[in-house]
């Protein structure tokens, strides 16, 4: 049985990889390079990619978001403020966008002449490691409040990521946040990858972080993390269910 169910699970892996990596092309076609941005709820993602997103509006630079919820559209609005285009993507349930979710929207709904395009994953650290959405960069969020530990506890996600940002860099002080220990931590499940800090409320690193984004865009070099996604084992209580295994392959995101 378990057998079958791991087979069922790279089936749909290798389905989405293959849509993803047609996705990239397409996508580098028409000159767009995708931002992937994962966290778990709280870490403070929707609020700096609203200063992201405000601040290349002021420089006249053609940006666009897509936000990803399982319900309600409040980052969409929370978002719009930027000035950017914004389009909620609702998930009815599932934990974690796939690529041909992202493709039906990209088809759909990006405004022509758009070289950005950020996506805002499920509030989530498992699910959404596991799944190429045809990005180029994939960047990882984790907010000081949530622990020294987290990359640890996280492997795959901070394992995957092209870069890391720490947010609520201002509450490390109350936080009794140890800096040292966790770039520690983030080096041994990726290492070489490259470390942001930022705080929303008084834009600090919203600039690095929009260089950075722009930097690959115009293409500089993308970190290569040493291991693929590694596949995941849960299911889900509603219409959508799901189990991966925990094999990993040598393997980057992006080439």
Request: aromatic content about 4%.
């Amino acid at each position: 049985m378990c057998d079958s169910v791991d087979e069922v699970t790279q089936a749909v892996l290798a389905k989405n990889d293959s849509l993803a990596a047609g996705l990239r092309e397409e996508l580098a076609r028409r000159g767009v390079s995708v931002v992937n941005l994962l966290s778990s709820p709280g870490s403070g993602k929707t609020e700096l990619l609203g200063r992201v997103l405000a601040r290349a509006v002021e420089r006249g630079l053609p940006v666009a978001a897509l936000t990803a919820d399982l319900a309600t559209e409040n980052d969409a609005h929370r978002l719009a403020r930027s000035g950017a285009p914004v389009k909620q993507l609702l998930t009815d349930g599932l934990c974690h966008l796939e690529a041909r979710q992202l493709r039906g929207h990209v088809e759909s709904w990006l405004p022509e002449g758009t070289s950005l395009l950020f996506v805002e994953n499920v509030g989530n650290l498992v699910c959404p490691a596991s799944y190429d959405l045809g990005e180029r960069l994939r960047i990882v969020l984790m907010a000081v409040t949530e622990g020294e530990d987290k990359p640890l506890k996280y492997p795959t996600a901070f394992g995957s990521a092209h870069l890391v940002v720490l947010t609520k860099v201002d509450l490390a002080g109350p936080a009794d946040f140890d800096q040292a220990a966790f770039a520690a931590n983030v080096q041994r499940v990726n290492p070489g990858v490259e470390l942001l800090f930022s705080c929303a409320r008084t834009d600090d690193g919203v600039d690095t972080l929009l260089e950075r984004v722009l930097a690959v865009r115009d293409g500089a070099p993308v970190h290569r993390p040493p291991l693929a996604p590694r596949p995941h084992s849960h299911s889900h209580s509603d219409s959508h269910s799901h189990s991966h295994s925990h094999e990993g392959t040598e393997a980057g995101l992006v080439s």
